[in-house]
């Protein structure tokens, strides 16, 4: 059989409606003019409104307020995480369902005979399922921790790196929470404590308040892929949510993993936490499917849909045999996690993660990832940025 050509990380993971679509990476090439891509959406006349000092300072003010509204909101406590798990325990994330994003794998020797092939997590989505198990969470209780994962198969851009730091959060539920509805109130509280996060620091730092970079919505609009799809036939996905955010400032989009009408699913989704294939109807009384989905708004500063938070109700032992069967991926039930998921000793529960980084980007008007969090970066890339006056945290 013929060897296939290397697709190139840029159109992998989403960013093909700023770059053209490479095909083979050769030689650098495809990385160079991906970063001129970059350079095409980063603001022309862009500096920032804070300096490095204030910025760490409205980092731990976000931060505090965040946290503090989680737990009052959804009955949360903070508990401990790891940044390693046993390679073949289940627990760690592969987060879609292609197997291009691999998790850094490495073997500990120990002492020559108990030894361990060990990852470095890349979400805690799985583990704090368990967690709750552990931790004997009761209907309407939760936790949530502050994850620091590594994802080494990223496209590095101004809103992707490979050091990803979240609120990470999981509350137990009851059969009867299984529901869209359901989902709606629990997103609507986050959306309260994101927008709530806001206000607070515009009050803080007056100087975020510029007449170029609105505040986000007071309201958050929820819209399945399917109606977004209806909306923008002619784009592709990365389009038709910068054209929502756009026009909205802020949206929900929901059913994200099953199948739309043009024959693919509006981003791929692991099989095994999110429940994205369980029967919903719309409030127009369509049919669609889905109980998941992904708080997206409008960034002004690039002009472009920025990702906030991915959550969702989570799979039964019924939806997960279903999302492995249309995934082909039914070897996932020999691991620890997924038998613990088939024996029933896991709780129903409704849970996502919150980008640390990108919210501080999205709240203190920032263009890049890299003046929120420090990680490494191309060089290809910090010379766009510096050209852009946008100087990352090293």
């Known amino acids: 059989m013929a060897e296939q050509p290397k697709q190139h990380a840029a159109v992998r993971f989403g960013f093909e409606d700023e770059v053209k679509a490479y095909a083979l990476a050769n030689n ?32 731990t003010a976000v931060k505090e307020f965040i946290e503090k509204g989680l737990c009052e909101e959804l009955n949360l406590m903070r508990v401990q995480v790891p940044l390693i798990v046993e390679k073949d325990c289940g627990w760690n994330d ?3 369902r292609d197997g291009s994003r691999t998790p850094v794998g490495f073997h500990i020797i120990n002492d020559g005979e108990h030894e361990i092939d060990a990852q470095l997590i890349q979400a805690a989505t799985k583990w704090k399922r368990v967690a709750l198990k552990t931790f004997d969470m009761k209907p309407g209780e939760g936790l949530y921790t502050d994850v620091h994962a590594v994802r080494k198969d990223y496209y590095l851009d101004h809103d992707h790196s490979a050091f990803v730091d979240q609120w990470d959060w999981e509350r137990v539920i009851t059969a009867k929470d299984r529901s869209l509805d359901f989902l709606k109130f629990v997103v609507q509280k986050l ?35 399917e109606d977004l799809l209806l909306k923008y036939p002619d784009l592709p996905r990365k389009k038709r949510e910068t054209a929502i955010c756009k026009e909205l400032g802020a949206v929900f989009i929901y059913g994200i993993g099953w199948t739309l009408d043009d024959g693919k699913p509006h981003e791929n989704r692991a099989p095994d936490y999110d429940d994205w294939i369980t029967p919903t109807v719309s409030a127009e009384g369509h049919p669609r499917h889905g109980l998941n989905g992904d708080i997206l708004v409008w960034n002004p500063v690039t002009k472009r849909r920025h990702e906030l938070s991915s959550m969702g109700i989570r799979v039964t032992p019924e939806t997960l045999i279903q999302q492995l069967e249309e995934t082909k991926t039914m070897d996932r039930l020999k691991m620890r996690y997924h038998q613990m998921l088939m024996n029933n000793e896991l709780p129903l529960c409704i849970g996502g993660g919150i980008g640390q980084s990108r919210t501080y980007m999205r709240l203190l008007r920032k263009a890049h990832l890299g003046e ?16 852009h006056n946008i100087h990352v945290l090293e």
């Open 372 to 387: 929120v969090s420090v990680t490494v970066w191309p060089a290809a890339q910090k010379k766009v940025m510096a050209e």
């Open 94 to 96: 592969d987060l879609d």
């Open 191 to 225: 959306w309260k404590v994101l927008r709530g996060a806001e206000k607070m620091i515009l009050e803080k730092f007056p100087q975020l308040r510029d007449p170029r970079y609105p505040e986000m919505p007071d309201e958050l609009v929820f819209m399945h892929a």
């Open 28 to 59: 650098g090439e495809c990385a160079k003019d991906a970063y001129n891509g970059i350079s095409g959406i980063l603001p022309k006349d862009y500096k920032s409104l804070l300096t490095p000092k204030e910025t760490q300072l409205a980092i």
